[in-house]
């Protein structure tokens, strides 16, 4: 009979603050949804280190007739030297260090430069003298990368040594950065969520204050007064937190997964299946930070 009761009450709440239990619902699903969304963001970025850190390279560039550098004031690199840097990978004090390499000539550099800006005019100006020969240096531990740049950056006909990694790293901090931002206006919106919340918790409150009077004076319990309140807030935050989890769902469904993944091949996107591990967090921070603020109220503006 007192469950029946209570959610007797709870139907009467949601009945009686429709349009204010609606908003809750929407600023809950837009809130929760950055959140989700600035997780989501962080998944993809440790995906995507755990898959192109594997597959950096170091690469050594040598002198060509362009290089401005110290280290190339002699001119192009000589056969000799490049030898002398087949040498030292192969080294016992290197090969420790190294997977495998590979040399490119500037002819091999000049024919990559072209598929890779194939579609760019740039590809009419650039011609195969002004780009480099390199070694091309696959780690064992990408980690190690300064032991290679300075093992070989003072050695004649090196020009410079460049970490792949260093790229990356610029571009998933881009990534971090507009993670820290999702989560700075989700922020905003569950402050807004809350507010409004409590809002609604006080009006229903206020609007039934009758009830609870007669309630207080035939001896309900605390508990009973309170718990309709309090689970009108979590109803409303929990259904726009399904709502946003649904909503991220879809949008690794049908664009990580479906757009995204056909236009860039070469790169691992989170699946929808992995999303799904944010649905219980958002659902248990919707319905807690609901539950929590519905009680605060209610001590403040229901006295039992």
Request: aromatic share 8%; net charge positive; with cysteine.
């Amino acid at each position: 009979m007192r469950l029946l009761f209570i959610l007797g009450e709870i139907g009467s709440g949601l009945r009686r603050n429709l349009s204010m239990v609606i908003s809750v619902v929407l600023v809950t699903f837009v809130s929760l949804t950055f959140v989700g969304a600035a997780g989501m963001l962080q998944m993809q970025i440790n995906q995507m280190k755990g898959y192109w850190y594997d597959k950096v390279q170091v690469a050594v560039f040598l002198c060509n007739d362009g290089s401005t550098t110290v280290g190339c004031a002699s001119g192009p690199a000589t056969k000799e030297q490049q030898d002398n840097i087949r040498a030292m990978l192969e080294s016992p004090a290197v090969k420790q260090y190294v997977n495998d390499f590979q040399f490119e000539s500037q002819a091999e550099a000049y024919k990559h430069f072209k598929d890779q800006f194939s579609n760019s005019p740039i590809v009419d100006s650039v011609t195969e003298d002004q780009l480099p020969a390199s070694f091309r240096i696959n780690m064992k531990n990408p980690e190690k990368y300064q032991i290679i740049s300075e093992t070989f950056s003072s050695q004649p006909g090196v020009e410079t040594v460049s970490d792949q990694r260093q790229v990356l790293e610029r571009i998933f901090s881009w990534m971090n950065g507009a993670s820290v931002v999702a989560v700075g206006v989700a922020a905003v919106m569950i402050f807004c969520a809350v507010l409004l919340i409590t809002t609604t918790i006080r009006l229903s409150a206020f609007s039934r204050r009758r009830e609870t009077g007669i309630m207080r004076l035939v001896g309900a319990s605390k508990t009973v007064i309170q718990l309709p309140f309090i689970l009108e807030g979590v109803i409303a935050a929990v259904v726009g937190a399904v709502l946003a989890s649904l909503t991220l769902w879809l949008m690794a469904h049908f664009w990580l997964n479906g757009d995204l993944s056909r236009q860039f091949l070469n790169t691992p996107f989170i699946s929808s299946t992995q999303v799904l591990v944010l649905a219980p967090v958002l659902i248990a921070l919707g319905g807690g930070l609901a539950g929590i603020s519905s009680l605060l109220t209610l001590r403040r503006y229901l006295k039992v």
